[in-house]
């Protein structure tokens, strides 16, 4: 029974599946052909700079936007030309959209009263939504009463009430001061984790789809850059945008050759050991190295010097900034107690091969 049960979920088709999918206005491409797919109860983030295409992403999946081309599969049927109000799909936005006229729990009563609930059945569910919030005490008072963070839970409980079968989030946190922000993150990781909802949710803030996603769809140019956990985004980017879109990474240009000591890639800096499997014929490749894996001090195998320019104390960490040869930039993360060197200084520093990823 228990194989079985197990067969059931590997075959089970995904929540959410795209295939083709594009946005065209007239001569211009708002979002190339693009296939994805989110597994029920899966926290998808879209993040790209402005322009790439995650909010046409969110819309056309949505209904907001009419598709160009391809189709939208939920729970395995095509939904494409299906109306916004027939998708079972909920919004959340960056600027609350409540009625301003409507108590907190008249607000989040909405979108029950508007899908016929039975009275006692709103009652349940109003209770139990202010309580994921955490706004019991506040459910008579009106929006202009609230912090804009009450504000952001309301509209996260008026969307979660229903349970729609898919929760789309664009930047509803983008309004909110740093310290709210995160806060709120923690928030609807709770949500999500309590509710097990599939939620799809859009920032450009890298920090934010780290800290929240199971999986980050990373957007560039109208089209799909990388989909990934955030642990291989961050760690295995597989273009020198994503490398350099997410996180910190110091980008050494250069062409990969095979030499008397096996592959080498060569720079502008020098000469540096890619990490075990790297191809040798690479006219036009990228070493990527992330500032917390450089050490100072002479290693093994990459070893490298320069000129100390600036020196950042972010708190939790110091960042050392060195100026190569053939002005290549590198920033060295340093924890902790460790010895700072001084703006000026000319130093050694070193990383072992395998901490670096190769790029086209």
């Not at 990934?228 to 910190?248: C, L, M, Q, V």
């Not at 900034?321 to 002005?327: F, Q, T, W």
């Not at 010895?339 to 050694?348: D, G, N, S």
């Not at 070193?350 to 790029?359: G, K, L």
Request: charged content about 20%; proline content about 6%; aromatic content about 6%.
């Amino acid at each position: 029974m228990a194989h079985q049960t197990e067969r059931q979920a590997t075959t089970a088709p995904p929540k959410l599946r795209l295939e083709g999918l594009s946005k065209r206005y007239g001569a211009v491409t708002a979002l190339e052909p693009s296939n994805l797919q989110v597994n029920a109860g899966e926290f998808l983030t879209l993040l790209g700079p402005s322009g790439s295409g995650k909010t046409t992403l969110l819309q056309l999946i949505s209904g907001l936007t009419e598709i160009s081309a391809g189709q939208i599969l939920i729970d395995g049927r095509d939904q494409s030309n299906t109306l916004v109000h027939q998708r079972d799909i909920g919004l959340v936005f960056q600027h609350y959209a409540l009625f301003p006229h409507l108590t907190v729990a008249e607000n989040i009563e909405f979108p029950l009263k508007m899908r016929g609930v039975t009275r006692d059945e709103i009652k349940q569910r109003l209770a139990r939504a202010l309580e994921m919030v955490h706004l019991e005490e506040l459910a008579a008072r009106f929006p202009r009463e609230l912090s804009g963070g009450q504000q952001q839970r309301v509209a996260l409980a008026r969307c979660f009430v229903y349970k729609p079968s898919i929760i789309l989030m664009d930047e509803p946190l983008g309004a909110l001061d740093k310290k709210l922000r995160d806060q709120m993150q923690i928030e609807i990781k709770r949500l999500h984790r309590e509710s097990g909802a599939t939620i799809i949710y859009v920032t450009h803030d890298q920090d934010e789809a780290l800290a929240m996603s199971d999986r980050i769809c990373l957007m560039n140019k109208a089209r799909i850059e990388q989909v990934d956990t955030p642990h291989e985004i961050y760690n295995r980017p597989k273009s020198a945008f994503a490398a350099d879109f997410i996180g910190i990474s110091n980008i050494f240009r250069g062409t990969a050759i095979d030499g008397p000591h096996g592959v080498r890639i060569t720079t502008p800096s020098g000469d540096f050991i890619p990490p075990a499997g790297t191809a040798p014929g690479m006219a036009s490749c990228a070493l990527v190295i992330r500032p917390e894996h450089i050490r100072i001090g002479a290693g093994t195998a990459n070893t490298a010097r320069g000129g100390v320019y600036e020196i950042v104390y972010a708190g939790s960490e110091t960042r050392v900034l060195v100026a190569l040869p053939g002005e290549q930039r590198v920033i060295i993360r340093l924890p902790p107690g460790n010895a700072v060197p001084q703006i000026k200084e000319t130093i050694t520093f070193s990383w072992e091969p395998d901490a670096a990823v190769v790029v086209p």
